[in-house]
């Protein structure tokens, strides 16, 4: 069997991808995952992001360092850049394959290095394949993806246009997946998609995603289940029940908002936020620990300084946790590349470095508010090397705990204190 590399670029769902893969390729015979230890890899795979022309670009670049230093390895470049962008890939020196979203998962196609690069990409996402669960297996808080595909068609995004519409998971194969993790010793589900708030609407699982994650709570055995991102608009009240009041539920909740300023909002084709920011604060008034974190997109086409320091107040005045901030990204075939009044990239840069200062303040502050709490940590990987390795928190608090004291995936209490840098120290209990 040949030893194989992975390299993720991008979000959960392709790490989560990334596994299955792994998996696929174990049970044909053809590869054995050997991450990131393979000095001499067979096989290469990189799972490649397109999500920014930023993260195309070090798609790009990590593909073409790959090549060069494995020349005799079968490379093959996978994901959202090779469906949106094929022949970039195919062009570096030493891609051996240029694998589409959809063809990721099939192994009948490829054996050895050939003559020249080989691309297996179907444009027609209208075409793509019913999903299947699957799960980030090997790790300690490991992924299950639920979901795939999105019908927003936001301006500024070319997701739909590299993984299709929305398709959710079956109910019992996401029980099934989960049972297996569990039974595997998993102490925390993170459940993933591209946008998992909307998985059941096109099955006709009537509860949606806060069913869904009653139904997961309801598996026997003691673990955690962790939401990655859900959308403004999907919010709903059942789902914030579940938040607050289901226990196996984390406390966070990410929602990538990316705007407040309805003009900018109604131009980045989203939906209007309605009373979402009010449930945000809801949440934190139920129950203060909860972390609630927050994607934002600044220099849109058209941002005024007005906009942006109305989008500034309305931040300020959220109990937000954290902030992922981004600057628009001028995507090549999206509605918002070709809108007038484009901003300048120092007005953006200037504009992002505000945000992000808010969001270090932001998160300073509520850190802060958990010294003397004791929480419930699971650890990412051993880290013996190093006297102090960071353990995730319920609440998403990434807090240092002794190495010699843990093993990772298995949770531990510990009492939160702040070293001398402000940083959440847990101390076992």
Known sequence: MRRAYFTTLGCKLNQAETSQIAKLMAAEGIAIDGGKDVDSPEVIFVNTCAVTRKAAAKSRHTVSKLTRQHPDAIVIAAGCLAQADPQSLAKISGVDYVIGTDERFSFDWWISKPNAPIIKVDGDTSRLKPISANTGSGRSRPF????????????????????????????????????????????????????????????????????????????????????????PWELSVEL?????????????????????????????????????????????????????????????????????????????????????????????????AQMPDQILDRITKDRVKTLLEVGSRKKRQFIETQAGRILTVIPDRPGKEQKWVRAVSENYIKVLVRSDEIDAGKPYRVRIALNEAHEPVGIRI
């Open 144 to 231: 299950l993806k639920i979901q795939d595909g999105c019908d927003q068609n936001c301006t500024y995004c070319i997701i739909p246009s590299l993984r299709g519409r929305n398709r959710s998971v079956e109910l019992e194969s996401v029980l099934t997946s989960a049972r297996q993790l569990v039974s595997g010793g998993a102490h925390e589900i993170v459940l993933t998609g591209v946008r998992i708030g909307s998985w059941g609407l096109d099955i006709g699982y009537g509860s949606g995603l806060a069913g869904l994650l009653k139904d997961i709570s309801e598996l026997p055995g003691s673990f955690r289940i962790r939401l990655g991102s859900i959308e």
């Open 240 to 336: 914030m029940e579940q938040l607050i009041n289901n226990a196996k539920v984390c406390p966070h909740l990410h929602i990538p908002l990316q705007h407040t300023v309805p003009r900018i909002v109604e131009a980045m084709g989203r939906p209007p936020l309605a009373d979402t920011l009010d449930r945000l604060k809801s949440i934190r008034e139920q129950n203060p620990h909860v972390a609630l974190g927050l994607d934002i997109i600044t220099g849109f086409p058209g941002e005024t300084n007005a906009d942006f320091n109305d989008l500034v107040d309305v931040i300020e005045d959220l109990p937000v946790t954290y902030l992922h901030v981004f600057s628009f990204s001028k995507r090549p075939g999206t509605i918002a």
